[in-house]
């Protein structure tokens, strides 16, 4: 007789009735996720379904949804990878590894490896659409003596950034985003709509909706204007927005530098003359974000004249390990 045809034969995930049975190596205190790869790793069949996997590891109706949650979160670290036809297979296996991948400014990659390991080398035309600090799983291809292997990138298991600093270009046709990072190649083209009050030769923030495919490059949205890259403060505005670096600082790092100022003006220690009752004045471009040296010049008797250079002492201001240093 057929197993099918036998009685209580044939159960699928999702189906089951009655008391599940619990398999020895759960009993024994194994995890789901070893389970996982160690099923993936022992398979005489190849890559499995999800169904298939689950069948294998006796995963009941009750357990199913946490089954493929585990399976998402193996994906996402890499651990697994799911190829053509929805089937896993155990990453290791078929000379996956993971990690993050720099840019260079001539466009090709270097992903800088989760374990130990060297570096692995990956052209351009074979980075897909990893941008720079995306975590990514690579496919070794060879090596070249004295020099990283090469690898391809298969999928991109993390992404670092969601948007692009750049200037934007609209004409009649089609309206995209050069971004000011030279390691990203690809312009962001901008759907009609999308543009905000942005005009064209803004330095705008684009928010990506995707990060194309082939020779498809990546689309996105204006979020914010920054203004004319020839406009005091915008450069610094777009290095700011480029790393993802905060634009204000936090309410109690304010308040602390506030009450450091007003208790180093109040006292100012030994061998320190309060000497802001002089006429001091700096030399600096309009747009200068850092008053750090000033000139006073004071008529003396005999028709002598002092000339005083005021050095910013900073670290008089800041206390080491207060919020401020942290910060």
């Given amino acids: 007789m057929s197993r099918r045809g036998k009685k209580g034969g044939g159960r699928k995930p999702g189906n089951g009735a009655g008391r599940p049975k619990r398999p020895k190596r759960e009993r024994a205190g194994v995890s789901l996720e070893r389970r996982v790869v160690d099923a993936l790793a022992a398979s005489d069949r190849g890559p499995l379904k999800t169904k298939e996997l689950a069948r294998e590891l006796e995963i009941d109706a ?21 190829m053509k036809g929805h089937r896993y297979a155990v990453a290791a296996s078929i000379d996956l590894v993971t990690g993050f991948v720099s840019i260079t400014k001539d466009g090709h990659g270097f992903v800088r490896l989760d374990g130990a390991g060297e570096d692995v080398y990956v052209p351009a035309h074979r980075l ?32 670092a950034r969601d948007t692009a600093v750049g200037v934007i270009h609209i004409t009649p046709k089609v309206t995209y985003v050069v971004p000011l990072d030279a390691r990203m190649k690809k312009d962001v083209l901008i759907a009609r709509g999308e543009e905000g009050d942005a005009e064209d030769g803004d330095v705008v923030v684009a928010r990506l909706t995707s990060y194309g495919e082939g020779r498809v490059g990546p689309t996105g949205a204006v979020e914010e204007v920054l203004g004319k890259l020839t406009d005091p403060g915008v450069d610094v505005l777009a290095v700011a927005h480029g790393f993802g670096l905060a634009l204000d600082f936090p309410e109690e790092v304010t308040a602390a530098a506030e009450a450091s100022a007003a208790e180093g003006i109040a006292n100012p220690g030994l061998d320190r003359v309060d000497r802001t ?20 010049v004071v008529e003396l008797e005999q028709g002598e004249v002092e000339v005083g ?19």
Wanted: hydrophobic share 35%; charged share 30%.
């Fill in 62 to 82: 009750t357990g199913y949804r946490a089954f493929r949650r585990i399976l998402t979160g193996l994906e996402a670290k890499g651990t697994i990878l799911r």
């Fill in 277 to 296: 009752n002089l006429l001091a004045f700096t030399i600096d471009p309009a747009d200068a974000k850092d008053h750090d040296d000033a000139l006073s």
């Fill in 128 to 159: 897909k659409t990893a941008m720079n600090g995306d975590r990514v799983s690579v496919r070794i291809e060879g090596r070249r003596r004295g020099r990283s292997p090469d690898g391809s990138v298969v999928r991109v298991l993390e992404r």
């Fill in 309 to 327: 250079i005021h050095i910013a002492d900073v670290s008089h201001y800041v206390p080491r390990g207060g919020p401020v240093d942290l910060e």
